[in-house]
């Protein structure tokens, strides 16, 4: 159901649209079709004047819990994964106008990676950033694999994502993975505050400093495409099945 995420222009900050996860039963796992509208809101915002910043939360106590596993059996087990989540994560990483985020709580999976291509996220001190891509028999995602060691290097790159080590929001802020600790009862306060002063920025001068601060995309895109064909070989392998079913099992 489309209405797991939700698209707004809050009239309180101009400027601003947001992507909320609001399938908090699920703890806001992401389906395809969230993957679509997600899309779709970022490639608005590229052309719409009205909307000159992004921002991304999720509910109380989860941002989001990661990609929805039933669409993981789903193809696992013969179907079509189909190309939305690589659609998605090729407009975040050339959103051409600044994305922000604000996490509270859990952020599982590309609920952590989806913050690389962000500007600026908040997180409050509960958060846990975690990336268990192989104890599910798969492999990095978001071109994660790439910026991430650029980001904390090697070490702290191998826990996060080979070793499927947690990572508070104290050892996120030290890693420059966020930028900000809040409290929980103001994180989306917080966030969208920051985006409505990045909004009130002049546009161009922004989009410039932004686009030298960032460099050249090519690189980010080529490992999302490299990551994405290893990512579905290992979704059809029976060690990837096996870690599926232990999972849903639960």
């Not at 609920?111 to 846990?128: E, F, K, M, P, Y």
């Not at 064909?229 to 232990?246: I, N």
Request: charged fraction near 20%; include cysteine.
């Amino acid at each position: 159901m489309t209405d797991h995420v939700t698209i707004e222009r809050p009239q309180s900050h101009p400027g601003v649209q947001v992507i909320r996860f609001n399938r908090p039963e699920k703890k806001n796992a992401i389906t395809k079709a969230m993957y679509a509208k997600m899309t779709n809101a970022l490639t608005v915002a590229g052309s719409d004047p009205e909307v000159r910043v992004t921002a991304f939360l999720g509910t109380d106590g989860c941002f989001s819990a990661g990609n929805d596993m039933a669409d993981f059996m789903a193809f696992a087990m013969g179907g079509s994964m189909g190309q939305e989540v690589i659609e998605f994560l090729r407009a975040l990483a050339t959103a051409s106008k600044p994305v922000v985020s604000g996490v509270d709580g859990l952020a599982i999976g590309i609920g952590t990676t989806i913050h690389l291509h962000c500007d600026l996220t908040l997180a409050s001190a509960r958060s846990v950033f975690k990336t268990p891509f192989v104890d599910l028999a798969l492999v990095p995602e978001a071109a994660s694999s790439l910026l991430v060691p650029r980001l904390m290097g090697h070490q702290r790159a191998f826990a996060l994502l080979a070793a499927g080590q947690p990572m508070t929001a104290p050892e996120a802020l030290d890693a420059g993975l966020i930028w900000k600790i809040v409290a929980p009862e103001v994180v989306e306060d917080e966030t969208l505050s920051l985006a409505t002063s990045l909004a009130k920025k002049p546009p161009e001068a922004l989009r410039i400093a932004r686009n030298l601060i960032r460099g050249d995309r090519s690189d980010v895109l080529a490992r999302i495409d490299e990551e994405a064909g290893h990512f579905a070989s290992q979704l059809k392998s029976a060690e990837a099945r096996a870690a599926f079913e232990a999972f849903m099992r639960r």
